[in-house]
């Protein structure tokens, strides 16, 4: 078994246009000591290039981010391109099956992401054994 003193780090990009909601992400993730928010995109072509740059083991990215066409064009480049697990969020639950569809491992509403958040980051995250 994993003691969480001795997992390893969960490296996380945040990519979310609105600067309260990143914010507040960035403070609720770096409040747990197994996250390290590694860099913050307030669009899909930013979010790329600190993907590519930074190479976090999650990407945390909203479903409609601005740039690259369709709003899922992000979560296809990280997936396909960049093998990098993402979790989508939105506002609208709608979003779900176009969000997996498009490559996000998995799926969460941006109301329940205080519940929900931390329990899918360590699902996704990296496991350093004993």
Known sequence: ??????????R???AEDDT???SALRAFLTSHPRIVVVAEARHAVEALAHAREHAPDIV???VYLPALADGLGLLRAL???????VIAMSIDANA???ALGAGATHFLEKAR???????????CGPRQMT
């Open 113 to 123: 992401v205080p519940d929900e958040l931390l329990a899918t980051l360590e699902d």
């Open 79 to 85: 997936s396909a391109d960049l093998g990098i697990t």
């Open 20 to 22: 309260r909601v990143r």
């Open 60 to 62: 945390l990215a909203d």
């Open 12 to 14: 996380v990009l945040i």
């Open 1 to 10: 078994m994993v003691r969480d003193d001795q997992a390893a780090p969960i």
């Open 96 to 98: 779900r099956e176009h």
